[in-house]
């Protein structure tokens, strides 16, 4: 009875998350497009326009969600879910402060590589259920794209792996107490964030890497046949999955929830830890969320095969020879 | 799912870009063949917004068929009116005032800027990057605030008349254009370091729709798309009308034939339209605006043809007279028609997305294109 | 070239060319049996070479039609103007897309408002109005009781 009341504990909450973190989002994307593009935003609902997401959720729920007559309904109606339930399954290894993590499990980093992969099985039944020949294009421009650019934020993970010798995130959060691997790590470290930032804008399909919604070519790719709620889901997702995989760039790279520490400089340490770990970690997933929505908002965007060439030719080789390096580093001790 | 619908015998997907579509700027509709992600075929079906101006201005008098032409180009409706006034000022035989010539030039050129400005943000936008859109559109609106205080309209200004133009200047004109010139001068830097320096922009655009020299001729294509092929084609340098031919003007080349030949064009031209703005802004004479014309105007039987450079390119006015006070046929030769038709010759054999680059490097307006 | 010299040149290749007082340019006033011929050699015949075909158009007369060609050269900047009379029943002449590629548009907007047929256009269709358009719309006898105003 306890293990099923904490089920639903979690289960609440998790939903609770997604939701705000939707609401969130949204807002500050729409009020970062706005400071760069010399506007002031949503201004209106709400102090400082703080509910026009909720009043756009509210809209968005109750209107039709139409299927259109050629779509495979089936598929098409199963689509939105699968985005939201891969990007909710993430949320599970996710330290939010000190202790307060869902599943502490041993291969955190695999599951969370393996499961963010989910991502494009939705973007291809619902590009392939649409029947329609932009949505298809979208689907399959997704498809190449999420599946070349998954070996290089995967590299680029392996190297932080490499560093601290265990796969389950507590261990790394814990490996970074004396500094974080961003700084201990030399430059090949910083040729892993730099990977796996480009890697991971990539992977959620963020713009300059949106060529599988490519507004401009294809309307709006693989969503452009959903309406209402149903495209408000993949919408959530999207943006839920730019947290996490920010979120996971925050733990990798500056530690998480771990408090900004040096060495042994112990008086200091001691100064930081008085500044809550929740707002150490979401302070750092939000300033990476900053970057990549600043990507989004200032880089044109790459054509398809630039976008592969880009992969393949360059970040691919790097990470390699990255990881490599890596594990010089690691074996020979030099970090610190 | 899809074999029934759209597709050729060879398997190749055929898509409809457009009538709605939001990189085509309008309701143009190209019908294009896909071999995968590659461009085979690119197929243009015009007429959504013909509105057959040319059939109208048949019964329009000579002095009400100039507003219909702010309809057609309307990023330059200033410099169309200034292409039919000259057409009808064949006719007059009328002596335009020098004041009126110099407000002509000067309005032409601001139109160029602001039709450049607006281009260079929407390309951007084609290309993927949405914040240039609103930085261009901060500098297109002084321009237009300072065009609605002279011609009373921000879009279809109708401000050009046979015989000059309709009203005089307003006194703050010159004051505000100096503000203009100096707020764009340190504007045109951050473009650059925008969008012209981007790598990824560059990567899309060099390379991307070339159009060799004697195909751009043999396209009919003019203004910067024909400039940036090497076509030595400025009616304001060739043809000089009103007073080009008194200011210094620089025509700008590019032998690159590609959308970042194009851009660079465009990008250097708003510099020669600023400089010609700056050496008459100071310099406007007075006198009249406008030269005493009848009330009712007549052109002599006979045909009469104008060509003034458009923002887009080359626009003639091409009048048939019957003597009457209607002309008896008007043809309209308008810039992105002509730069249209080559599109397909630049976009075989690209992929999809450079196809929405080439577009957007040919500016094209669609009004204008349908008249 | 002048008009002059160029008239000189004109009648050499097309003898039966007659020359219309034009205001601005060098009218050309030719039979529509001749004109791909005499197009042909006015594009490549050097020391002429029209290059540039800037506009395309058709004149509706109440007794017949003219075909007005404008065209000019981007080597020697010279301009003329050429014409050539069509029957109105039926008008038909030879398609130049393959002389001036600008030519293919032009001739398929010329076709679609004034039903003239250019033979061996490699794809005339209408291409401002719809498929199922009635009757020519430039034309000065067309009725279209709906959409046309008198006043």
Same mark, same amino acid.
């Given at each position: 009875m306890a293990l099923f009341l904490e089920f639903v504990i979690a289960g609440l909450l998790c939903i609770g998350l997604f939701a705000i973190l939707g609401l969130v989002l949204v807002l500050m994307e729409r009020k970062v497009s706005a400071y760069m593009q010399i506007r002031l935003g949503p201004n209106r609902v709400g102090p400082k326009g703080a509910l026009q997401t909720l009043a756009d959720t509210l809209k968005l729920l109750s209107k039709e969600g139409l299927t259109p007559r050629g779509a495979d309904r089936f598929l098409f109606n199963l689509a939105p879910f699968v985005a939201m339930i891969g990007t909710m399954l993430l949320l599970a290894p996710i330290p939010f402060a000190k202790g307060f993590q869902l599943w502490d499990i041993n291969i955190g980093v695999l599951y969370i590589s393996a499961v963010s992969s989910l991502a494009v099985i939705s973007i291809l039944l619902a590009g392939w259920a649409s029947n329609n020949k932009y949505s298809l294009l979208g689907a399959m421009r997704s498809g190449a794209q999420i599946v070349s650019y998954e070996l290089s934020a995967g590299l680029s993970i392996i190297a932080i792996v490499v560093l601290t010798g265990s796969l389950s995130i507590s261990d790394i959060i814990a490996s970074q107490a004396d500094g974080w691997w961003i700084f201990k790590g030399h430059l090949p470290v910083w040729i892993a964030f730099v990977t796996f930032i480009i890697a991971v804008t990539a992977e959620t399909n963020r713009? *300059?890497?949106d060529l599988a919604e490519a507004e401009s070519e294809l309307t709006a790719g693989f969503h452009t046949e959903y309406s209402g709620m149903k495209f408000a889901l993949f919408f959530l997702a999207e943006y839920i999955n730019i947290f996490i995989v920010c979120a996971i760039g925050a733990i990798l790279f500056?530690?998480?929830?771990? *408090?900004?520490h040096i060495g042994n400089w112990e008086g200091f340490n001691r100064i930081m830890d008085y500044i809550p770990s929740s707002v150490w970690f979401f302070g750092k997933t939000f300033f990476l969320i900053f970057v990549i929505m600043w990507f989004r908002w200032t880089f044109p965007r790459l054509r398809i095969d630039q976008l592969l060439n880009l992969e393949w030719k360059y970040l691919l080789p790097i990470s390699m020879v990255n990881v490599l390096l890596i594990t010089l580093v690691a074996i020979l001790g030099w970090h610190f | 799912m899809l074999e029934e619908i759209g597709k050729t015998e060879e398997g190749d997907l055929i898509i409809n870009? %457009?009538?709605? #579509?939001?990189?085509? #700027? %309008?309701?143009l509709h190209l019908v294009i063949t896909l071999n995968g992600e590659t461009v085979k075929k690119v197929e243009p079906h015009l007429g959504y917004i013909h509105r057959s101006i040319e059939k109208m201005s048949e019964s329009l008098s000579y002095r009400q068929f100039i507003y219909a032409t702010s309809r057609m180009d309307y990023l330059s409706s200033h410099i169309n009116n200034h292409g039919c006034a000259l057409c009808v000022e064949q006719g007059l035989e009328v002596e335009i005032p020098e004041r009126a010539q110099v407000i002509r030039v000067l309005m032409g050129e601001l139109t160029r800027i602001a039709s450049h400005v607006l281009w260079w943000g929407a390309l951007a936008m084609d290309v993927g990057a949405i914040t240039p859109f609103f930085h261009a559109f901060r500098e297109r609106e002084l321009l237009n605030d300072l065009m609605e205080e002279t011609c009373g309209a921000r879009l279809t200004m109708n401000y050009m008349v046979p015989g000059g133009v309709m009203f005089d200047l307003h006194p703050n004109f010159q004051r505000r254009v100096h503000e203009f010139i100096s707020m764009f001068k340190s504007k045109i830097g951050e473009y650059d370091e925008l969008v012209t320096n981007n790598a990824i922009f560059i990567n899309r655009m060099k390379g991307v729709g070339y159009i060799s020299r004697e195909d751009a001729i043999s396209y009919g294509c003019s203004g910067p798309v024909a400039r940036a092929s090497g076509v030595s084609c400025d009616i304001r340098k060739l043809y000089p009308y009103d007073i080009y031919g008194k200011v210094q003007l620089e025509e700008v080349l590019d032998d690159g034939g590609d959308c970042y030949a194009r851009y660079i064009v465009r990008m250097k031209e708003m510099q020669q339209s600023l400089s010609v703005i700056e050496q008459l802004i100071d310099n406007i004479p007075s006198g009249d605006h406008m030269a005493k014309t009848k009330a009712v105007l007549k052109l002599p039987k006979g045909e009469y043809y104008s060509r003034v450079e458009t923002a887009r390119g080359e626009f003639g006015v091409y009048i048939v007279s019957e %003597?009457?006070?209607?002309?008896y046929r008007i043809k309209y030769r308008s810039p992105g028609f002509s730069n249209l038709s080559a599109i397909d010759h630049m976009a075989r054999g690209q992929k999809i997305g450079d196809l929405v680059a080439i577009m957007g490097s040919l500016d094209l307006v669609i009004p204008d294109i349908d008249r | 070239m002048t008009s002059e010299a160029l008239k000189t040149a004109i009648t050499a290749l097309l003898p039966e060319a007659a020359f219309e007082d034009g205001r601005e340019w060098l009218n050309v006033r030719i039979e529509a049996k001749d004109w791909k011929a005499f197009a042909e050699r006015l594009r490549y015949q050097p020391g002429l070479d029209f290059d540039y075909l800037f506009c395309l158009t058709c004149v509706d007369w109440p007794a017949h039609m003219d075909m007005v060609y404008h065209l000019t050269s981007t080597v020697h900047r010279h301009t003329v103007v050429v014409k050539a009379k069509l029957e109105r029943e039926d008008p038909a002449i030879d398609t130049v897309c393959d002389i001036w590629r600008t030519a293919e548009f032009h001739e398929r907007e010329v076709y679609d408002l004034f039903g003239v047929r250019f033979n061996d256009h490699p794809d005339l269709r209408r291409l401002l109005l719809t498929d199922d358009w009635k009757g020519w719309p430039l034309r000065k006898d067309y009725e279209d009781p709906v959409n046309m105003i008198k006043l």
């Open positions: 713009a *300059p890497f500056f530690g998480g929830w771990m *408090p900004f | 870009i %457009g009538p709605q #579509h939001p990189s085509t #700027h %309008g309701v %003597g009457k006070m209607t002309p | -």
